[in-house]
């Protein structure tokens, strides 16, 4: 079913009275939580540590026994089911990844299916249409070993194992938490690409209230105990906060983290004057000078960006050809990346502009500081028009 502002989407996951009490505690853990995550959202859990968020997410699936109380998936109620088999219709991914290092990565992904009885052929299929969801060649990464991989590789890998008997959960324990922040940004972007395309049910817990509202449909500020400070859309937590944990949580610069509200693929994208590589450096002077913009995007034969070259450039090293001269076009973001995204790149963008690519890296336009600056001079509008409309009703 597909949900509408007048019909929300089913609930998938519900907590009912959940509580956790360890032996020889004298506190709750969990204290008497009640959750409904709807189908298709991603759900982040944030909150100081100690709060719970990470003990309430493996209750869901049983790697840890809830003291009392009602967990549903889909309905059923899963603490009356067999542990084992609930965790393998529910995909999980970890901090530490947790790759098997003496299988490959295609053996790696396809544990689940395995477990399930899945045929040969079926398995090899899945294999190869994961390594592709995540944008890893099949034939190059197949037969690879873990330690073969960088860090955000395999991170990917782990993602893509979680996702091999398709399951309709996903649990995500701070999964990029290990991650240098570069590749954080490229595999929460990533995340959100597949969402778009997977609409999978996604618990995901981290500590970092930025990563939340950016990943999160909806947030839950949990406070010790598993208490919910907060259930709400990133969007309201910034504008609305329930009370002063919430304000005290998000802290500073909550008009500059609504810059994480907003992607690429929501504003209208500049063109820029562009070039193929094969043309001649003499052509492209000629364009330039026909053109307002201080530089060509020269673009490969499948349209990918490639350089941008400026009419220094083209005087001094034409020889050369339009491939081997000016700087690099390679820090390019896709629709699904934030504004803040966008921000973090133009600030060490070696041009005043950044490439915005499609999936398979092709240019759709770019982005720029001005369209930026008119984005938050649109929400600093928004937020005294949100602000005076307050104190009408209240008044």
């Not at 003496?102 to 899945?118: D, F, S, Y």
């Not at 070993?145 to 991170?155: A, E, F, H, T």
């Not at 609409?199 to 449909?217: Q, R, S």
Request: aromatic share 4%; hydrophobic share 40%; proline share 6%.
């Amino acid at each position: 079913m597909t949900a509408t502002q007048d019909q929300p989407a089913p609930v998938m996951i519900r907590l009912e009275g959940v509580t956790k009490r360890y032996p020889g505690q004298s506190r709750d853990a969990v204290e008497h939580l009640d959750l409904e995550i709807r189908r298709g959202e991603i759900v982040v859990f944030v909150g100081p540590s100690g709060c719970g968020k990470t003990t309430t997410m493996k209750m869901i699936n049983r790697i840890i026994e809830p003291t009392s109380g009602r967990i549903l998936l889909d309905g059923e109620d899963v603490t009356r089911t067999n542990p084992d088999q609930l965790r393998r219709r529910i995909g999980y991914v970890i901090q530490q990844i947790g790759l098997f290092p003496h299988l490959t990565i295609g053996e790696n992904i396809a544990t689940v299916p395995k477990l399930l009885g899945w045929k040969r052929d079926r398995i090899a299929a899945r294999v190869d249409e994961l390594l592709r969801v995540v944008g890893m060649p099949p034939e190059e990464y197949r037969d690879r070993y873990p330690k073969q991989l960088s860090g955000g590789q395999q991170q990917r890998i782990g993602v893509a194992r979680a996702l091999g008997a398709d399951p309709d959960v996903l649990l995500m324990d701070e999964p990029f938490g290990a991650i240098d922040p570069i590749t954080r940004d490229r595999l929460q972007n990533q995340l959100l690409r597949l969402q778009a395309e997977l609409h999978k049910t996604i618990v995901f817990v981290t500590h970092d209230i930025d990563e939340a509202i950016k990943l999160g449909d909806r947030i839950v500020i949990l406070q010790e105990g598993s208490r919910i400070a907060q259930y709400d859309t990133p969007e309201q937590i910034l504008t609305a906060p329930a009370n002063d944990f919430v304000v005290d949580f998000v802290g500073r610069g909550a008009s500059l983290k609504r810059l994480n509200l907003t992607r690429l693929s929501e504003i209208p994208l500049r063109q820029w004057p562009t070039i193929p590589v094969g043309e001649t450096p003499a052509r492209a002077l000629e364009l330039l000078r026909s053109v307002e913009e201080g530089a060509l995007l020269v673009l490969d034969p499948e349209r990918r960006p490639l350089r941008w070259v400026m009419a220094d450039d083209l005087r001094r090293g034409g020889e050369r050809g339009l491939a081997g001269i000016g700087v690099s076009a390679a820090g390019t973001v896709e629709p699904h990346a934030t504004l803040a995204d966008a921000l973090n790149e133009l600030i060490t963008a070696r041009y005043s502009a950044i490439a915005v690519t499609d999936g398979d890296g092709v240019y759709l336009g770019v982005a720029d500081f001005d369209q930026i600056q008119e984005a938050i001079h649109d929400m600093r509008a928004a937020a005294v028009s949100e602000s005076r409309a307050g104190l009408v009703s209240g008044g």
